[in-house]
């Protein structure tokens, strides 16, 4: 009887045990199978099969590009008042990138202005003490050299004769905000915009992007989806500050001519008309001219001189007679002195030019030989 009554706890026991499989098994989730698109975002060799065209061509520019970039830090050095102590005040940061394996590299004169040290960050997050090698504020350009192995130094390829079109892929790479590499995509919303250089000279064929340019962007590139270099970013267009869609990059063309010449001179050599001095911009006003721009000397023998152009003369009884008003250049009105800077921006020293001038009342053109003059 005893034997009996523990064979029947022992198979009620199990009885219930089963029962209580069963119900965990019926209420418990189904295991969970791993989707592949869990994949780790932070994974440095994505499966192409979970990317859209243009995604992976994005990733492609990104991972191609981003060693190039580098991060610019820049201080200025101060005297205190009451102690005479110099002290560090950070000036500004922005982006640059390599351009030569020399140890070169282009950011925008604006980012470092009158810093008296800058440091360069590259990607891998090694610092190097900068040398300024030149400047061009005219085209918000400079250049600073870093003593960097040849292996951290990958310049960035940039577009050669191939035509720019509004609609294209427009990808900036920088440190918006002192951030690590940050990439922006947009397009080409315009061609040939004109801007104002911190100089007030005008830049001209610049292009401008949607892709998201903010404070720190300045000085980096702007690339195709090719990952070519179309340009530099240098301004936005904002009432805050912060990035509305209108960014603008000095275009390729304009860096090409102007970086060469920082590296080899420290200036860009300015081109102008051959033995003509002229007023300074505040004669003109004094004086109330509407437009032109007023002679002041012509160096005896020079294609000006020969030309017929004049300067102030001086009269047999002391007197000074105003000189010639050029007020045209190449079929151009000119109204101030910056506007014979920009359109002779387009020409090489050698050239010929047709300046006209205002001279008692009457207009006369005469050929003008460009030269290097600074």
């Known amino acids: 009887m005893l034997a009996f009554e523990v064979l029947k706890k022992g198979v009620l026991a199990l009885a219930l045990g089963a029962i209580a499989v069963f119900f965990a098994r019926s209420i418990a989730p189904p295991t969970a199978k791993p989707l592949r698109s869990q994949q780790s975002i932070h994974s440095e060799k994505p499966i192409a ?7 992976k061509n994005n990733i492609e520019v990104f991972q191609e590009v981003a060693s190039s970039i580098v991060y610019i830090s820049s201080v200025q050095f101060k005297r205190d008042f009451f102690s005479l102590n110099v002290y560090e005040i950070p000036q500004g940061t922005g982006t640059g990138f390599v351009w030569d394996d020399k140890g070169h590299i282009v950011t925008n004169y604006h980012v470092i202005g009158d810093a008296n040290r800058v440091e360069v960050t590259l990607r891998n997050q090694k610092q190097y003490v900068a040398k300024f090698v030149g400047g061009d504020p005219d085209k918000d350009l400079a250049v600073l050299k870093i003593e960097a192995p040849i292996e951290e130094l990958k310049a960035i390829e940039p577009l050669q004769n191939e035509p720019l079109l509004v609609g294209q892929k427009a990808i900036a790479i920088g440190n918006p905000f002192g951030l690590d590499h940050t990439m922006t995509v947009g397009i080409i919303s315009a061609l040939d915009r004109e801007i104002e250089s911190l100089t007030g000279r005008k830049i ?3 292009i401008q992007t949607d892709a998201a340019i903010n404070p720190g962007n300045s000085g980096g590139p702007l690339l ?4 070519k270099m179309i340009g530099v970013n240098t301004q936005i267009l904002s009432k805050s500050g912060s990035s509305s869609g209108i960014g603008f990059a000095i275009p390729i063309n304009v860096v090409q001519k102007v970086v060469p010449q920082l590296i080899k001179y420290g200036k860009v050599r300015k081109i102008g008309l051959a033995g003509v001095t002229l007023f300074p911009e505040y004669y003109r006003r ?5 437009k032109g721009v007023m002679v002041y000397q012509i160096r005896n023998g020079s294609s000006a ?25 190449e079929g151009q009105e000119v109204y101030r002195l910056n506007d014979i800077a920009d359109i002779l921006d387009k020409y090489e020293s050698g050239q010929t030019v047709k300046v006209r001038i205002s001279r008692d009342k009457r207009l006369i053109d005469y050929d003008v030989k460009l030269e290097i003059i600074d």
């Open 49 to 55: 099969i979970y990317l859209q065209a243009d995604e």
């Open 204 to 206: 001209t064929g610049v």
């Open 224 to 227: 195709n989806g090719n990952g």
């Open 286 to 290: 004094r004086l109330a001219l509407e």
């Open 305 to 329: 001189s020969k030309a017929g152009i004049k300067g102030v003369r001086q009269g047999r009884y002391g007197r000074f007679t105003v000189g010639d008003v050029i007020v045209g250049l």
